[in-house]
C-alpha cells in the first residue's frame, strides 16, 4: 500500500498509526491493517514454535520493534489513533504509542486537541488499551505523569 509517510516523503509500505502522524482517512486502509496484523499473527505462530500458543506472545519481530508492533495491535483492535497537523498541533482523540525510556517498552498515552476531554477519559480508554493488549501476550501497567496524567508502560510478556 503505497502513499506518503509522517514526514511527507513517499512511502512503499504499510505504515503504523502510531498517533503521531496525520490523520488516516484513506481508502482500504481498514483491509490494509488487518492484512497487516493477519501477517504478525503468522509470524508469531512460525517463530513461536517452542510456545503451547504461539499466537499468545510477541514474536522476536515485535520485540525488536515493540511501537510498530504495539501500534498495530491496537489499531487492528478497533482503538482508534490520535493524529496532528501539519504544524503539529493534536487534532484527533485517541492512542498515542512512543518509545519509553528503557529499551523494549513502549509508552501509551491517550491523547486529544485542547478541550477534547482526552484526559478525563484516558482511564477508561488505557484500560480498554491495556486489555487488548493483554491478550496478545503484552504486560500494560498503567502509571501517572506529571500533573496525574495517566499513561501505560508496555512491554512483550517472556
Do not use: K
Amino acid at each position: 500500500m503505497g502513499g506518503v509517510d509522517d514526514s511527507g516523503r513517499p512511502s512503499d509500505g504499510f505504515e503504523v498509526a502510531t498517533g503521531d502522524g496525520r490523520a488516516r482517512d484513506e481508502d482500504g486502509r481498514e483491509a490494509a491493517v488487518r492484512t497487516a496484523f493477519e501477517g504478525l499473527l503468522q509470524i508469531r505462530r512460525l517463530m513461536n514454535t517452542g510456545s503451547a500458543d504461539p499466537g499468545a506472545l510477541p514474536a522476536a519481530w515485535e520485540r525488536h520493534q515493540p511501537v510498530r508492533a504495539v501500534s498495530l495491535a491496537l489499531e487492528a483492535a478497533g482503538v482508534r489513533p490520535s493524529a496532528v497537523d501539519a504544524d503539529g498541533h493534536r487534532v484527533a482523540t485517541g492512542y498515542r504509542v512512543s518509545a519509553a525510556d528503557r529499551s523494549g517498552v513502549v509508552r501509551v498515552e491517550w491523547l486529544g486537541p485542547p478541550g477534547s476531554g482526552a484526559g478525563y477519559a484516558a482511564q477508561e480508554a488505557l484500560r480498554e488499551c491495556a486489555a487488548v493488549l493483554g491478550r496478545l501476550g503484552w504486560e500494560a501497567l498503567e502509571y501517572r505523569g506529571p500533573r496525574g496524567r495517566r499513561f501505560l508502560e508496555v512491554e512483550a510478556l517472556v
